[in-house]
């Protein structure tokens, strides 16, 4: 499956996170051979049958998502790792992306203006944040966190670690986020990012953080929403708007 309508180049700035079910990408991508060889080795090592759904859904998802942003076929896309070991697509520059998945979710998020980086994490008991505050809340925030503060301080930490690409080699509590009226900014090492927060539902909070433009993000709950946010990607953003 392709989605582009015409390949227009990495000119055309447009970044997106995709935030799907694990069962809207199993319905959309059904049938589809677009992992590699390595993925599908990986996606069967799993011991438990849903960790291997989730992280084949993942990776169908970033597949087709860079597929459609790109105009490649999302089978074709082959990938590397920089130093730090973040993925990154061969061949096709400047492109970012990141994925990350909890539950029932799985995310894909690509950038063609900046580094990105994305978390999804549950909320979880007051008693747990408790006893692993001090491992990513700088003293100030451990002073000042809300109940509400630690799931929204966790996930944008690591959607901005991941998009540093250090990853927890740079300890969370390290990091200062500040926040910066619906979002937040935070510093990692010399990298400033913009960031963002999303629930996608009662318990599930999305962070995205990017160096380049802040990203539309699409939440498809079925597989004919996720097949029409790829579409819509894959429109020219030149056609979209006289459209």
């Known amino acids: 499956m392709t989605y582009a309508v015409e390949k227009t180049g990495l000119d055309v700035p447009r970044d997106w996170v995709i935030a799907a079910t694990v069962s809207a990408a199993r319905a959309a991508f059904s049938g589809l051979q677009a992992l590699s060889d390595v993925e599908i080795a990986q996606g069967a090592r799993f011991l438990r049958s849903e960790d291997g759904e989730r992280y084949r859904a993942a990776h ?7 597929g459609a942003t790109t105009g490649e076929r999302p089978q ?5 790792r920089e130093v ?4 990154v697509l061969r061949g096709i520059t400047p492109l970012d992306f990141n994925l990350s998945h909890s539950d029932d979710w799985v995310i894909a998020g690509v950038s063609l203006t900046g580094r990105i980086g994305v978390d999804v994490e549950a909320e979880r008991p007051e008693p747990f944040w408790r ?5 990513f ?6 002073v000042a966190a809300r109940d509400s503060d630690f799931l929204k301080f966790w996930t944008a930490k690591e959607a901005g670690l991941k998009a540093h690409g250090a ?8 990091v200062t986020v500040a926040e910066d009226g619906d979002g937040f900014a935070m510093q990692v090492e010399s990298m400033v990012l913009r960031c963002s927060w999303q629930g996608l539902d009662e318990t599930h909070m999305l962070a995205v953080a990017t160096t380049g433009d802040m ?6 709950r079925n597989a004919a929403e996720l ?7 894959s429109v020219p953003v030149s056609a979209a708007a006289s459209g």
């Open 84 to 87: 730090n070991g973040k993925p």
């Open 167 to 174: 990853g927890f080699a740079i300890m969370p509590n390290g």
């Open 76 to 80: 074709e896309l082959q990938f590397d």
């Open 137 to 142: 809340l700088t003293p100030a925030e451990l």
């Open 131 to 135: 006893e692993i505050a001090g491992s």
């Open 215 to 220: 990203p539309e993000i699409a939440i498809c």
């Open 227 to 233: 097949t029409a946010a790829l579409e819509r990607i």
């Open 60 to 66: 169908l998802l970033k597949r087709h998502l860079l």
